[in-house]
């Protein structure tokens, strides 16, 4: 059995494995899709082959849509060359349920992959073809938070983007300049009308696509490389809109273990790819069950039905309260909790983590207690109910394999989200106090003290990838494992970085409660469980 259009022609072999397949003809969508595609995607990862192309799978299986997606991939071209293209852009969706059961489905929504390549002029010829279609409704990306920025940690413009703002769209080097041009191309074709989307985890994350596209925009028409009404149309929301979305689905690496089901099935030539650019990707992907999209209904060019497949289509307003709710206090906050706690006492699965009293009982605090008094219940989703899930059905998942050293990925570019907006919220509240903060605080120093790059029992350990690593971990570079250092001397500067916390905790009151957890923390070996025993200790009494 083998995952491409010919492994697949034998239906009955799949099926008696278990496997859900697509119930359409394919080669009817992909010509349709061909024809008149209505939906590109940005970003070949786990994310949208779990969630978008299983939506748009579902949705084409009850007769909703006649057409598949298209998805191009900027970032690392390898993933299209070495995953999509050998196996005919099929997916293997494995959805792991917290009882154990496992659902194994086929995905063949996705009909046309293609490279983000300047470079190329086939594959950028094809994309630009896309762009002028009156049919394309929707452009979404999933190319993680750090894909819109123009400038590194230090605030300086990247050199690719640079190289494109003097150069114009002609060939651009740079990702959101390739998106750019492919964008004016539609400007050119007679300005019609799209709606770019941003699906990534993150606030506001229309904003930021926005914000990227409109500085190129303008750059180009400053210069003379660009109509001068190019500016114009990016800002027209008849024409273009950039709607905010929440997005909300765990799908971790692929894991071995699920690997190990689909071989014990007969499927063949499974072995994951680690290309050049150190993405790991497999011929399958595993993912939750549980699963959010909520989209601000803004598209100028009209949307098909997705509702029918459990988006929520809403206004601005809800959208934000949705994406506060998760982001800033039911969710992501305690996964980053879990991430850095995780690899300081040495766990290898987040479901592990929520057998242990004192990090469920940090979780619980940071949720609960500090975070629901200043959540705005969106009304769609109940603030509560979500924790509730999330505590009881999805972090404890034993067969969803997700590791904190994943979730502690970039974790430098997520506190002042996860928890700076909080503290902020507080801050303005005439009932709360921003002192009555003490785990929030806890999650600071503990991720001061995870770069050390140490483990609680004294053991080094590898940090997760994040941009400003160098930047940051030169402020611990002096701390050792030893009681009566001034820990305050070595961190002060960063405790400043309202870039880094959302705020600047001196400002905020909570400096010294950092300080003092991180003194604490860094007092010897065992250090950081002690902590979290006496902490849990005070929060119970």
């Keep these: 059995m083998k995952l491409n259009k010919q492994g697949l022609a034998d239906r009955k072999k799949w099926e008696d494995a278990g496997y859900a397949l697509p119930e359409f003809d394919r080669e009817k969508v992909m010509a349709a899709t061909r024809e008149n595609p209505f939906w590109l995607h940005f970003g070949a990862g786990n994310i949208f082959r779990a969630f978008q192309a299983n939506l748009v799978q579902n949705l084409i299986n009850k007769g909703v849509l006649k057409r598949g997606l298209v998805v191009a991939e900027g970032f690392d071209y390898e993933i299209i060359e070495r995953m999509n293209r050998p196996h005919d852009d099929y997916t293997l969706l494995v959805t792991l349920k917290s009882d154990g059961k496992v659902d194994k489905t086929v995905i063949g929504s996705v009909v046309e992959s293609l490279i983000l390549d300047s470079e190329n002029e086939k594959e950028y010829e094809r994309l630009k073809e896309i762009f002028r279609k009156d049919s394309l409704q929707i452009v979404s990306f999933t190319i993680t938070e750090k894909g819109y920025s123009l400038v590194n940690g230090k605030g300086e413009v ?257 506190l002042a989200i996860r928890f700076g907006e909080t503290i902020k919220a507080y801050q303005a509240s005439l009932t709360l106090d921003v002192k009555d903060l003490k785990c929030i605080p806890l999650v600071f120093a503990g991720w001061l003290r995870y770069l050390m790059g140490v483990d609680d029992e004294g053991n080094p350990f590898e940090l997760s990838p994040d941009p400003l690593k160098d930047t940051v971990c030169a402020y611990i570079a002096g701390l050792k494992l030893q009681e009566g250092q001034d820990v305050e001397a070595a961190v002060k500067p960063l405790l400043q970085m309202k870039q880094i916390f959302g705020v600047d905790l001196y400002e905020a009151g909570l400096a010294d409660t950092v300080c003092g957890y991180l003194k604490e923390m860094t007092a010897g070996t065992g250090a950081v469980r002690a902590t979290l025993k006496r902490t849990n200790k005070n929060l119970q009494a």
Excluded at 199 to 220: I, P, Q, R
Excluded at 234 to 240: C, M, P, S
Excluded at 374 to 395: A, M, Q, Y
């Design 158 to 414: 990247l050199p690719a983007v640079a190289q494109d703002f003097e150069k114009g769209p002609e060939k651009p080097v740079s990702y959101i300049g390739k998106v750019v041009s492919l964008l004016y191309t539609r400007y050119q074709a007679g300005e019609k009308p799209v709606a770019m989307v941003s699906m990534d985890n993150c606030s506001h994350n229309g904003d930021k696509l926005y914000a990227a596209v409109n500085e190129f925009a303008e750059k180009w028409a400053e210069k003379g490389l660009v109509h001068k009404g190019f500016p114009a149309y990016v800002n027209a929301k008849d024409k273009v809109s950039f709607p905010w979305s929440m997005i909300d689905k765990i799908t971790p690496r692929p894991d071995e273990s699920v690997e190990a089901i689909l071989k014990a099935d007969g499927i063949e030539e499974l072995d994951p790819v680690i290309t050049s650019k150190n993405t790991y990707v497999a011929p399958f992907v595993n993912a939750e069950e549980c699963e959010y999209l909520i989209i601000e209904d803004a598209f100028p060019n009209g949307r098909p039905d997705l509702k029918k497949g459990g988006v929520i289509f809403t206004e601005r307003g809800t959208v934000d309260k949705v994406e506060k709710m998760k982001v800033c206090t039911c969710l992501n906050p305690l996964h980053t909790a879990l991430a850095v706690f995780g690899c300081l006492l040495g766990y290898k699965k987040i479901s592990d983590e929520l057998k242990d009293a004192e990090l469920t009982g940090l979780i619980e605090a940071i949720g609960y207690r500090e975070g629901l008094p200043v959540v705005v219940n969106p009304g769609i989703l109940d603030p509560k109910e979500f924790i509730d899930t999330v505590l009881k059905v999805r972090f404890p998942n034993p067969f969803m394999p997700d590791t904190p050293q994943r979730i502690a990925t970039d974790t430098s570019q997520k």
